[in-house]
T-cell receptor, first 113, second 109 residues
Framework: KAGVTQTPRYLIKTRGQQVTLSCSPI?????VSWYQQTPGQGLQFLFE???????NKGNFPGRFSGRQFSNSRSEMNVSTLELGDSALYLCASSPGTELYEQYFGPGTRLTVT | GQNIDQPTEMTATEGAIVQINCTYQ??????LFWYQQHAGEAPTFLSYNVLDGLEGKGRFSSFLSRSKGYSYLLLKELQMKDSASYLC??????????FGTGTRLTVIP
């Protein structure tokens, strides 16, 4: 069974631009969660999608948004990029809504200059 | 709210045993996860404890005390490849984990 895939793996953007990151979960998994990882703050939850609906949202500004498609693939978008958005963005997939281990993708390393 | 405390860094010798501690505060306890993350890689699941006691097979095991808000990850027969960050996490809701900042373990020969 293929793991979680994320594209692109690396991205360099300029302040003020917007970016879209993609995540394909493990086949059969319907939940996709997004996390931001920085050296200072560690792993922080952004949001979770299940069956194309956002179920949970972390404490991030509205510039961070996401969506999920009918095939469970998910995208997250960050608009008006700031230097502080430089981070590793990880997505994690899980079978459903029960407490279960999450399987993380390799992440997208975003650098904002 | 949630709060997790872990030591920032630890060093241990190859072949030894190391215990990585995690203390947590959370409303509505729903278990505790441990993840391993090698530098530049994705976190990988190690364990999930929901009941008190020590669980695990092989070289890695994890302990939980709900009354003390305390867990630890026990790594035996350390190998160089165990050098990684170890992340303690508690769920806020399903698929929404609150992570500690992690413990970076360095295994030396």
């Amino acid at each position: 069974k293929a793991g979680v895939t994320q594209t692109p793996r690396y991205l360099i953007k300029t302040r003020g631009q917007q970016v879209t990151l993609s995540c394909s979960p493990i086949s059969g998994h319907r939940s996709v969660s997004w996390y931001q990882q920085t050296p200072g703050q560690g792993l922080q939850f952004l949001f979770e999608y299940f069956s194309e609906t956002q179920r949970n949202k972390g404490n991030f500004p509205g510039r961070f948004s996401g969506r999920q498609f009918s095939n469970s693939r998910s995208e997250m978008n960050v608009s008006t990029l700031e230097l502080g958005d430089s981070a590793l963005y990880l997505c994690a997939s899980s079978p459903g809504t029960e407490l279960y281990e999450q399987y993380f993708g390799p992440g997208t390393r975003l650098t904002v200059t | 709210g949630q709060n997790i405390d872990q030591p920032t860094e630890m060093t241990a010798t190859e072949g030894a045993i190391v215990q990585i501690n995690c203390t947590y505060q959370t409303s509505g306890f729903n278990g505790l996860f441990w993840y391993q993350q090698h530098a530049g890689e994705a976190p990988t699941f190690l364990s999930y404890n929901v009941l008190d006691g020590l669980e695990g097979k092989g070289r890695f095991s994890s302990f939980l005390s709900r009354s003390k808000g305390y867990s630890y990850l026990l790594l035996k027969e350390l190998q160089m490849k165990d050098s990684a960050s170890y992340l303690c996490a508690v769920p806020r809701e399903a698929n929404n984990l609150f992570f500690g900042t992690g413990t970076r373990l360095t295994v030396i020969p």
